[in-house]
């Protein structure tokens, strides 16, 4: 059977480098997703170019430093599905350097932008954290970048759905410029989880069923949604973790739910 080009296995680097996308790898035009392993005492130096950054410290400490900017030692959670994160937004055209504070892991979400922006520090009072659903449709969101706080394109959020749960779901879609009713939204899914040998279901599928993917993921794997409905389930016994990367041309969340599975909603 072909690799499916939706899953994105991490990959073994010296550098600590686990994941790039850009959006020439993923065949679209808004998201980029790097997840990397920094060692304590170790610095990487970027560059963001014409894309803005929200640097998420998803374990350990980091200290994120740009020109007149400095994060300080920020983070502190053991892992992803303790607490909330702490994070840094960066404007377009900014040269950076993530230094571990202590051995760490850092996610950096992309998207097109200006620069008009300035710098900050997102802080965990600054993280709006909910519940959506009930019973076994229910997890629990953190929003970093939600459509009320300060960015150009980025929509950034945390979800947890505990073992046996689904999420993104009753399923829905987000592939039409098509506002109020519908927004068009490139995303990733950034994957931990809890024990980490266990795994998650994911489905990507369109109306028409043009595609139509089942992908069993693991780990630290990436999941593309260039289009269509993206359910997520999470085995008995194992708590997943997603990371949520959206953009598009306009930044704003409109979806539309499968209708065939709209009736869950009352």
């Known amino acids: 059977m072909p690799r499916s080009k939706l899953l994105v296995h991490p990959r073994k680097s010296a550098n600590g480098l686990v994941h790039r996308v850009t959006p020439k790898s993923a065949g679209w035009t808004y998201v980029g997703f790097e997840a990397r392993d920094i060692r304590k005492g170790a610095r990487v130096a970027l560059k963001n170019g014409v894309m803005e950054a929200c640097i998420v410290v998803l374990s350990g400490k980091a200290r994120i430093k740009a020109k007149g900017f400095d994060s300080g030692a920020i983070g502190g959670r053991a892992h992803v599905f303790e607490g909330t994160p702490w994070s840094v937004y960066l404007p377009a055209h900014s040269a950076y350097t993530i230094e571990g504070a202590t051995d760490c892991e850092v996610a950096i979400c992309t998207a097109p932008a200006t620069g008009k922006l300035p710098a900050r520090v997102i802080g965990p009072d600054d993280v709006e954290t909910l519940t959506r659903g009930k019973g076994s449709n229910t997890r629990h969101v953190r929003n970093i970048l939600s459509e009320t706080a300060s960015a150009e394109s980025l929509l950034v959020v945390e979800v947890i759905t505990p073992g046996g749960n689904w999420s993104s779901y009753p399923p829905h879609k987000h592939d ?44 630290r794997d990436v999941v593309l949604v260039p289009r269509g409905y993206h359910p997520v389930g999470a085995p008995h016994g194992y708590d997943l973790y997603y990371l949520n990367v959206m953009a598009g041309p306009k930044r704003t969340w ?3 739910n499968d209708p065939d599975h709209a009736w869950m909603l009352g």
């Open 176 to 219: 039409r410029d098509a506002l109020p009713a519908e927004s068009y939204l490139e995303e990733t899914y950034y994957h931990r989880l809890s024990p980490p040998q266990g795994f998650a279901l994911q489905r990507v599928y369109t109306d028409d069923r043009s595609l139509d993917e089942t992908l069993a993921v693991g780990d």
């Open 254 to 256: 409109r979806f539309h």
